[in-house]
């Protein structure tokens, strides 16, 4: 199953220069890294990264995170996925630009 990360222009720069990274600051002030499932991933766009632009949208595979990944309940009762490691290059599938819409939405791929 696909699992969805998003980060800033920055945060992905510094990622892919060091080939590893342990998110956000938010990440690092909860002490594990925010995912989103295919159907989570649109509203946690909107509601963390509202009008954002230059934005990536990293697609993991739940199966190669192991036992670090946790599903824990948040946002409105739903269980989301959490990454208590650092997230490697290795684990991430795809990366694709997250851009702004012409309604100020964040523009998805079309297969997600």
Known sequence: MLIYKILRANEQ????AKGETLGAPI???????????????????????AGEDNLFLLALETDT????????VSRGGAKFPHLYRVLK???VIWTRPLTLGANNEHAFPDDL
């Open 13 to 16: 720069a510094e990622f892919e």
């Open 27 to 49: 990440d690092l002030q909860d002490g594990y890294i925010h995912i989103s499932t295919a159907d989570q991933v649109k509203e946690t766009a909107a509601k963390h990264f």
């Open 65 to 72: 995170l192991g036992d670090d990944l946790k599903w824990e």
């Open 89 to 91: 290059a290795d684990d």
